[in-house]
């Protein structure tokens, strides 16, 4: 990204396999300050993990951390550098994710198909 970000996107889902595949989508927020899309994501992590508490441990205690690492001044940098910032685990019967994703200030054009 040859720009500063022009705006963040955060996004909480869940991906599970029982009793067959499907994705929760659990909340997502745009912001064009990194500041107040972090701050989301902290106080959705942290709503994530006490809905999840005491049935899962682990993953639980993940989501407090994840809460605790986007109020960092190293994911601040991070997305101000363009960099998205991924967080990923198993927990008992689902795969959970949630990413701070910069926006692009000038979107690069797709390219035609043949052109390099």
Known sequence: MNSPPAAYRVEAVA??????PC???LGDRFSTEAGEARQWAGE???QIA???????PGTAARFLAWAHDVATARTHHLLLAG??????????DCLWELSLRPLPQYPTPLQEPGQA
């Open 15 to 20: 991906y599970c396999g029982t009793p067959e």
């Open 23 to 25: 994705m929760f989508h």
């Open 44 to 46: 959705r992590a942290t």
């Open 50 to 56: 006490a809905s999840l508490g005491p049935e899962d």
């Open 83 to 92: 960099q998205a910032v991924i967080y990923s685990c198993a927990g008992d």
